[in-house]
């Protein structure tokens, strides 16, 4: 995919180092019960990579080593993996604060039915995505019935205390733009949201967190396809924003892959980025990090743009 998209050309983005790591991103597999349009990942039903047990101790061994304190598990369907419940589980008697990337239609599957009542026992937070309150947007962007599906999701999660002041369990809600464009301002679009989902389907939730389509993966291929990359990247170059570089995501966060190789972000990740100026590293092999430079390239003036973004929204 690197070698399809234009990304090699020489970037002017700003170098930029870490700081201390506080949070590890693992990428549990590429599985998931959905095809996505926006998908990053490029995930889908017939993803067969899949981070096996040992990887997952390794995972763990890390977070031990290096005394990090939240820990964000995604995919694909992270809850896909085999081995789900036991590293949150895990986690979870260490101490850590841990997040499941969850895209809610998963929670009715067959298979899955007790999850979100496992997810409330181990007190995870959940991070769901709902690129939009509407059905035909939903519908659009996911396959059709997913709109239906996160709905029940949402109302079973409310249930369990999921998204009530003062539960301790924490339901955030992520919106992505249908397409080229930059996202809304966030509180506005929060306000929107649950005002619309409570008064439909009485649906509460903590937050919103409104991210940039970054131009990798599937969502790169169809900027590429409709003539729109360019076009994008100029978007995304022309609103970029100096002030966002303190709190993008890289600087405190580390990527992990199905197979325990790290990366400075997620999007790194899929595009198979190396951490820093090293070569492919595993995690096993990550000592001090703290200081060492990002690497970067085009994409990433999509977490600097407009209101910047990051896995917990918007950063300014």
């Given at each position: 995919m690197l070698d399809s998209l234009p990304y090699l050309k020489n970037t002017d983005f700003p170098a930029i180092t870490r700081n201390k790591l506080e949070i590890l991103q693992v990428n549990l597999g590429?599985?998931?019960?959905?095809?996505?349009?926006?998908?990053?990942?490029?995930a889908g039903p017939k993803r067969t990579e899949l981070m096996e047990k040992a990887t997952v101790d390794e995972v763990l061994m890390f977070i031990d080593q290096q005394g990090i304190q939240t820990?964000?598990?995604t995919g694909g369907a992270p809850e896909m993996n085999p081995h789900f419940r036991y590293i949150v589980a895990e986690a979870a008697r260490r101490g850590l604060k841990v997040i499941d990337r969850c895209n809610l239609v998963i929670l009715l599957e067959e298979g899955y039915q007790d999850m979100a009542t496992f997810l409330a026992e181990q007190q995870v937070e959940i991070v769901a995505s709902l690129p939009c309150?509407?059905?035909?947007?939903?519908?659009?962007?996911?396959?059709?019935?997913?709109?239906?599906?996160s709905?029940?999701?949402?109302?079973?999660?409310?249930?369990?205390?999921?998204?009530?002041?003062?539960?301790?369990?924490?339901?955030?809600?992520?919106?992505?733009?249908?397409?080229?464009?930059?996202?809304?301002?966030?509180?506005?679009l929060?306000?929107?949201?649950?005002?619309?989902?409570?008064?439909?389907?009485?649906?509460?939730?903590?937050?919103?967190?409104?991210?940039?389509?970054?131009?990798?993966?599937?969502?790169?291929?169809v900027l590429l396809s409709t003539g729109?990359?360019?076009?994008?990247?100029?978007?995304?170059?022309?609103?970029?924003?100096?002030?966002?570089?303190?709190?993008?995501?890289?600087?405190?966060?580390?990527?992990?892959?199905?197979?325990?190789?790290?990366?400075?972000?997620d999007f790194n990740?899929?595009?198979?980025?190396?951490?820093?100026?090293?070569?492919?590293?595993?995690?096993?092999?990550v000592t001090e990090l703290k200081g060492k430079a990002i690497n970067t390239l085009q994409h990433c003036y999509g977490c600097t743009a407009g209101q910047g973004s990051s896995c917990t929204g918007v950063i300014n």
């Open positions: 590429y599985l998931c019960n959905l095809s996505c349009t926006h998908c990053h990942v490029n820990l964000d598990l309150y509407l059905q035909d947007n939903v519908d659009k962007q996911r396959g059709k019935g997913t709109f239906d599906a709905i029940i999701a949402l109302q079973q999660l409310n249930t369990l205390g999921y998204g009530e002041v003062d539960s301790g369990l924490i339901l955030n809600l992520v919106f992505n733009p249908q397409g080229a464009t930059l996202p809304p301002e966030q509180q506005a929060e306000q929107d949201y649950k005002k619309h989902l409570y008064a439909h389907f009485g649906i509460v939730f903590n937050h919103l967190f409104a991210l940039t389509n970054l131009p990798v993966q599937r969502f790169g291929s729109q990359f360019e076009p994008y990247m100029n978007l995304l170059r022309s609103n970029y924003q100096a002030a966002n570089l303190e709190k993008v995501m890289c600087r405190n966060t580390l990527s992990v892959d199905w197979q325990g190789f790290v990366y400075d972000c990740q899929m595009l198979k980025l190396p951490l820093g100026n090293e070569p492919k590293t595993h995690i096993r092999q």
